[in-house]
């Protein structure tokens, strides 16, 4: 066989991927296994973005799209800026990509070089780290400490910030901890920034409507409007309006790094999907309730996993601000032994652990480099995720 490219020993599948093929491994062997790894909404993708799908694919929007997304969608996606943000864009400073993932790659693919460093608050969503070694840049951690809600501390940012440092990655709510920053919070990360001139600014808000208690999400464009020139903002409807297998992303941000990742989605592939484009149209005009319905069905399952995991003895979990996801700390449970005889050294062995005796499949902390913690996500139906806390509950009442 020939020689694959060395691109390929920089990276590997995630860990949330790789749990996930386990546990559907288990049920096609006809396991009971309780799924809580995927960040996928358990709800139906809203009926007007199907129907409109369905509508502009007999109207004959069926040919290649525009390669940064349809004049129809720009402008959607312009005026949910507007609306939710307060921010104005023209259209050549917005681009349309398959999901958020691939508007992060482009994202990525545009702005960084061979050597070039990205700071990468921790814990983190798996997929950045892999990105940044494929562009070829090396990720530098900085750890968000349990203390600090999981949040970014300004003197962190700035301690970790080199000549080589190109990029910033800023994800809140985030993945997988469900922290989300203040306008205060953000303003301090701000003040860093402006220390650091050379350095763009990446802003995942893929998670933006999924907030909770009342808290106002604020995104970094809006509070530090001078580093606009900077912020690439990214998000998408995969997550707010339950649309994960549509594809549909995007990004805004100043117009030479639009085009810059617009040319190389060119190169990857020739646009999204054009039906699909007419669904996130529909999504992102039509009514918004979905939107909060969502939400406090989320919040309500949120708080019925952290008071839940709270009775574990061992455990103890932050109740955080949004997103779908808990991330306990399992301190408590590492040194002890499974009632099926398995000693736990790290958060790897009670997931596998938990995987193995009792059916509940959750990804471990070390996946989004922070141990020991576990994350759980609770876009699950009420059912599941009860059967999962009971099931838990137990593995843990077994320890010795
Ligand atoms: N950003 C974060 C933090 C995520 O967790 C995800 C999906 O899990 C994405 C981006 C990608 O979203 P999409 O499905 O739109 O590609």
């Known amino acids: 066989m020939p020689a694959l490219a060395t691109r390929l020993s920089r990276t590997r599948t995630a ?43 007999l109207a004959g929007d069926t040919k290649y799209p ?36 691939q508007a992060l790659y482009n994202a990525m693919m545009a702005t960084l070089d061979d050597g070039d460093e990205v700071v990468i608050p921790a814990p983190y969503w798996g997929a950045y780290g892999l990105m940044v070694q494929v562009a070829g840049a090396t990720p530098v951690y900085v750890t968000c400490p349990q203390n600090n809600g999981f949040k970014l501390r300004p003197e ?21 901890t469900g922290a989300a920053c203040t306008r205060e919070e953000l303003a301090a990360i701000a003040d860093v920034m402006r220390k650091h001139p050379n350095v763009w ?15 106002e999400y604020t995104t970094i464009a809006q509070v530090a409007p001078d580093l606009r020139e900077r912020i690439v903002t990214i998000s998408g409807v995969s997550k707010s309006y339950a649309m994960t297998g549509w ?34 149209v529909a999504a992102l005009n039509g009514p918004q309730e979905i939107v909060t319905e969502m939400r406090d069905i989320y919040r309500r399952r949120r708080d019925m996993v952290v008071d839940a995991l709270n009775l574990m003895p061992g455990i103890s979990c932050h109740r955080p601000e949004g997103a779908f996801y808990v991330f306990p700390n399992i301190a408590g449970t ?31 902390g070390a996946a989004f480099g922070m141990s020991p913690y576990l994350r759980i996500s609770y876009a699950t139906d009420d059912d599941s995720l009860a059967r999962a806390m009971t099931r838990m509950a137990e593995f843990v009442a077994g320890l010795h």
């Not at 802003?203 to 808290?215: I, K, T």
């Open 15 to 57: 860990a949330t991927v790789s749990q996930t093929i386990k546990a559907r491994a288990l049920t096609e062997a006809g396991h009971d296994v309780i799924q809580l790894t995927i960040g996928e909404p358990d709800f139906h993708s809203p009926r007007h973005a199907i129907d409109a799908a369905y509508e502009a694919a």
């Open 66 to 101: 525009p390669q940064d997304g349809s004049k129809a969608l720009k402008l959607a996606v312009q005026a949910k800026f507007k609306r939710d943000r307060g921010l104005d864009y023209a259209l050549d400073e917005i681009t349309v990509s398959n999901g958020g993932k």
């Open 156 to 176: 962190d940012l700035d301690a970790a910030i080199t000549p080589k440092t190109k990029l910033l990655l800023l994800n809140l709510p985030n993945n997988p």
């Open 201 to 215: 600014i990446i802003s995942d808000d893929m998670y933006e409507h999924l907030v909770y208690d009342g808290f």
């Open 247 to 280: 594809r549909v992303g995007f990004a805004a941000g100043p117009k030479e790094l639009i085009r810059g990742m617009t040319l190389m989605q060119g190169h990857a592939t020739a646009g999204v999907s054009a039906p699909g484009q007419a669904a996130a």
């Open 334 to 364: 590492i040194g002890r032994t499974t009632a099926g005889g398995k000693l736990i050294e790290t958060d790897q062995d009670f997931a596998a652990a938990l995987l193995d005796e009792a059916h509940v499949a959750l990804v471990h």
